[in-house]
């Protein structure tokens, strides 16, 4: 009778953490803004720069052609250098941000990425990742 009251509250108690896993992506009230700062250049803003995530890890996924190995991107306005991603759950993000800076006849390509992590308490609110990008 003991043994079996023991298994029931075990499976109950693994059920119970199972289901209450959460991994990083969509389906959460979490915003993360992201602001794209060029390193180079006294981290002066980079307007209308695309910026990709990558869901549960902090470090960028293999090279592939346009970026593909990415689950998200945004593009920012011309007159912007933020991005916003919403329903974000709580966990490990990889932002990278490509873009140009200079005039519109020479400009030169930047690109940069961070790794964000959203915490547990930041989890139903705003957060911020500033990514830096350099030449």
Known sequence: MKAKFIFIALIGFLI???????KAGTGGNATVVCKVFNVDNSSAP???ATVYVKYGQSTPPPPTANNSGYDDHKVAASNSNSVSFTGLKEGTYYFYAE?????TTAPQAVSGGNAFSLTHANRNGSSTANISVMY
């Not at 119970?16 to 959460?22: E, L, Q, V």
């Not at 873009?99 to 005039?103: F, K, L, R, S």
């Open 16 to 22: 119970t953490n199972i289901c209450s896993c959460t």
């Open 46 to 48: 980079v307007n209308g």
């Open 99 to 103: 873009g140009n800076v200079g005039t």
